[in-house]
């Protein structure tokens, strides 16, 4: 489809975003190696990927930029607006996950995006997504309220209705039915978004990034050197499943980059690097495994409630 000018200004804005945070990164973590990998799609559009591995914080990462074209919109990004189904589209984003080594950090995923779709030589539809969970193993409860502080303090210039909508929203969308818990402690998930036009819209998605960023490096500063021993590590890897679970069942991102035919090694790049299920597990009653279970894998209004 044609080229516009708000897309460019978004790939550009979204090129910058996937540029800080990479260095942010390596100013926190300088030991991780990356790997940088750019890509062409054959349909039109590529990207460029970033591999993070074996730093001293980090076990696994990626930060990845992807703008691709294609002439029929996947069924995935349709969901909510079937008029557009099937015509030429552009979808452009900057997709971040974060595994660390240590199980009292918390792993976390953060997105954003902006979708163009149309007829050829007509005015294009538009609209842009994102936001940025948190799935701790072994949560503080000051952390969690911190990064929803944050969260509702980069959504509330643009619209104080914005922070409790877009908190539910994404309480209710990193939920695994089939486990009947939540995958973390949420943060923000929007979609179809127009805040009063693109420069609006295009402003609040960078923050958003940029929000995650600060958030994020935050925390895995301060619990990065907080003991562990086997049995937390195993934790780990058993609740990442549930990370995998979600990803490769329910997660929209995760099908559009497949339904499109996209890179699937740069789709995959959220599976954690280790992951175990035990059949039948449960946690030792009052134990810190339990806890996670009780207090933290069901929505909650972190911001007036006690620990």
């Not at 996209?262 to 599976?271: N, V």
Request: charged share 25%; with cysteine.
């Amino acid at each position: 489809m044609p080229q516009t000018t708000d897309s460019e200004k978004a790939r550009i804005a979204f090129m910058g975003l996937q540029n800080r945070i990479c260095e942010e990164l390596l100013n926190s973590d300088p030991g991780c190696k990356c790997m940088e990998d750019a890509w062409e799609r054959e349909e039109g559009g590529g990207g460029i990927t970033r591999a993070f591995s074996k730093g001293d914080a980090l076990e696994k990462g990626g930060i990845n930029f992807s703008d691709v074209e294609g002439t029929q919109l996947p069924p995935s990004a349709t969901e909510n607006r079937p008029e557009l189904s099937g015509l030429p589209f552009r979808a452009m984003g900057v997709s971040i996950v974060f595994h660390p080594y240590n199980p009292y950090v918390p792993t976390s995923h953060a997105n954003i995006r902006y979708f163009e779709a149309g007829p050829e030589n007509e005015p294009v539809a538009w609209w842009f997504g994102g936001g940025f969970d948190l799935t701790p193993y072994y949560p503080f409860f000051e952390d969690v309220v911190d990064w929803h502080k944050a969260a509702k303090a980069v959504c509330d210039p643009f619209g104080e209705e914005l922070y409790p909508k877009f908190k539910q929203w994404c309480d209710n969308y990193f939920f695994l039915p089939h486990r009947n818990e939540t995958r973390g402690v949420g943060g923000l998930f929007f979609d179809d978004l127009n805040l009063d036009g693109f420069d609006r819209s295009l402003e609040f998605v960078l923050k958003v990034g940029n929000c995650f960023c600060d958030s994020y490096l935050d925390i895995l500063e301060k619990r990065r050197t907080t003991p562990f021993g086997q049995k937390q590590r195993d934790f780990q890897k058993y609740r990442r499943g549930r990370y995998a679970e979600f990803n490769l069942v329910y997660d929209r991102g995760t099908l559009f980059g497949l339904q499109s035919r996209g890179r699937t090694e740069s789709i995959l790049m959220s599976m954690p690097p280790e992951v175990s299920w035990n059949y039948g597990w449960k946690p030792d009653e009052n134990s810190p495994e339990e806890e996670l279970y009780r207090s933290y894998l069901h929505p909650r209004d972190w911001l007036n409630e006690k620990a």
